[in-house]
Each structure stands twice: as C-alpha cells, then as structure tokens.
C-alpha cells in the first residue's frame, strides 16, 4: 500500500508565496518520478512540475522562473517552492509518483495524492 500526502496549501496574497510538500509512504524501494500537477474550477488537470531521481526537472511554462521542485530521495518526499504568486495559480494542486518501485519489485505507475488547495487573492 503507497500513499502520498500532501501539506502546504492555503490562502495567499497575490505576489506571496507558499511551500508544498508531499511525503510518499508505504512499501517503496524507490520513485523515478515525483512531481506536481494542478486542477482550477472548469479546467483539466495540467503538469506544474516533475523532477526524477536523477534530478531532470520539467516545469509547465506558466511557472519557470516563479516555482522550483526539489525532493528529498531518502525521505520520497517532493517540495514545490511557489513564489510571486498570481490569481490563475489558484487550484487544487496534486502531487504525482510515477514508476514507484516497491519493496518487493513490483512496479507500480501514476499514484496521486488527495490534493491541496491553494487560493491566491487579495
């Protein structure tokens, strides 16, 4: 059994920031990629950011240079830093663990977490 659980959300200013983190839990030997998508009102779930063990990060152009991904290997646990934040930011953000290796070799694709929602208003 993996579950992933994420922390962070809330209700932001526009311009401010906010940290999320996500910490998978469970069975695992080992997550390729973890990463972050998000969902507004009305729309489909998009990509933010992913990042791989290897540390190839890919960002959706509507957050370079304003977000930053990192993770914690050991920990499996994955961090969206979002900084100078806008109203479109608004949504529920989800957190992604794809080709999640588990202790007993299984391989194992696309483990989402329940989302967090993040509100940026003034």
């Known amino acids: 059994q993996v579950q992933l659980v994420e922390s962070g959300g809330g209700l932001v200013q526009p311009g401010g920031s906010l940290r999320l983190s996500c910490a998978a839990s469970?069975?695992?030997?080992?997550?390729?990629?973890m990463g972050w998508y998000r969902q507004a009102p009305g729309k489909r779930r998009e990509l933010v950011a992913t990042k791989t063990t290897g540390g190839r990060t890919t960002y959706s152009d509507s957050v370079k240079g304003r977000f930053t991904i990192s993770r914690d290997n050991a920990k499996n646990t994955v961090y969206l830093q979002m900084n100078r934040l806008k109203p479109e930011d608004t949504a529920v953000y989800y957190c992604?663990?794809?080709?999640?290796?588990?202790?007993?070799?299984?391989?194992?694709?696309?483990?989402w977490g329940q989302g967090t929602q993040v509100t940026v208003s003034s």
């Open positions: 992604n663990a794809d080709k999640l290796t588990t202790t007993t070799q299984a391989l194992l694709y696309d483990y």
């Open positions: 469970g069975s695992i030997f080992s997550i390729d990629t």
